[in-house]
């Protein structure tokens, strides 16, 4: 009877060991998880970051161009006005000076 009972203990000795076992695997497979989920999150944050940063450099890039097309069109229409005023100027200056003193 004694080793029945023995052989009882020893038995549930062994599956509650078992059971432990499972579930420190368990946890552990669960925190390797959590682990493996940041790591991916990091991984798909900086790939972000760095298709952000791509995106950024095309936009800065695209603009400064852009500025300077528009800046160089001014310019050029700016000394098309001054050709212009300093072609008619004199014209310009006598015509509303007769109409102001009537001559």
Partial sequence: MQKVLNSI???EKKAQEMV??????CESIFEDAKKERE??????VK?????LEKIKAYEEDHASA???KITAQSR???EKINA???KNKDFWI????EKVTGR
């Fill in 94 to 97: 006598e015509s509303i000076f």
């Fill in 76 to 78: 050029r229409e700016l």
């Fill in 84 to 86: 212009i005023y300093e």
């Fill in 9 to 11: 203990f020893f038995i």
């Fill in 47 to 51: 790939r972000q970051n760095a298709r």
């Fill in 20 to 25: 432990e076992d499972a579930q420190r695997e």
């Fill in 66 to 68: 852009k500025r300077d």
């Fill in 39 to 44: 790591t991916i999150k990091q991984d798909i």
